[in-house]
């Protein structure tokens, strides 16, 4: 299928889904797959549907620096444990426009550039709000109760990786310490999320990237999208 045509049919498929309360969409994938580029189509898309479009990601909720390196620069333990903040994830954005949350909720709570905690005023989300986070490890346990819908970005890891060095190689200080670091860290990391939480496999929807002119979308028949599309499945859960 073309590009605007997967991405229109996924747009659909999200905005048919109400809870009666803000729907908490979460973009996953591993690095270079493409999941900024898909969530913010996904945003423009949606923002069509008089909606309210809440478009953040998981990279305003970094732990400090001395944390996220405890480790080693390197380390692929340090990069899947030690680099977001998940608890603020959860109180400050997911829980709030959860059930019974108060929809009051914030986008960040770390400022990366200066490496130090923010504490970012409340904003309230409208009750028919779609909230849309991109990021990595998005259905580990810490969060997979705070998203009502799961897209998992697919793209093999070759073609994923090119896609970050070269994106990565200016702020990391060339091909070849980008090209580095993805093989210490990032892959190695992105393949222990993969053994402890079968991302792929969890999803509500498969977006498969690698050709990004001409994507691949599937939609699991039992997850929140396919029960929304059949009115004998029951509501998608909360």
């Known amino acids: 299928m073309t590009r605007a045509r997967g991405v229109d049919e996924l747009a659909a498929s999200i ?34 549907s008089a909606r309210p479009i809440i478009r953040t990601s998981i990279d305003g909720f970094h732990r400090p620096k001395a944390e996220r390196y405890a480790r080693g620069r390197t380390s692929p333990e340090g990069y899947y444990h030690d680099s977001r903040d998940l608890a603020a994830v959860v109180k400050l954005l997911l829980a709030p426009l959860g059930p019974g949350g108060d929809r009051r909720y914030r986008t960040a709570s770390f400022d990366l550039a200066n490496d130090r905690l923010i504490d970012e005023d409340a904003r309230l989300a409208e009750t028919d709000a779609i909230l849309i986070v991109d990021g990595t490890f998005l259905q580990r346990p810490e969060l997979r109760g705070g998203f009502d819908v799961t897209i998992y970005v697919a793209a093999s890891d070759d073609i994923a990786t090119a896609r970050g060095v070269s994106r990565d190689a200016a702020q990391l200080g060339g091909i070849a310490a ?19 939480c079968a991302p792929e496999a969890r999803a509500d929807a498969i977006f498969n990237n690698d050709d990004l002119e001409r994507p691949h979308l599937s939609i699991r028949p039992d997850g929140c999208l396919g029960a929304a599309h059949d009115p004998r499945r029951s509501l998608p859960r909360t």
């Open 15 to 48: 905005a048919s889904v109400s809870l009666g309360r803000p729907l908490r969409v979460a973009i996953d994938g591993r690095l270079g797959s493409g999941k900024t580029m898909l969530a913010d189509e996904l945003a423009a898309r949606l923002s069509a």
């Open 178 to 196: 980008a090209t580095e670091l993805y093989a210490a860290r990032y892959r190695p990391a992105f393949a222990l999320y993969e053994c402890l």
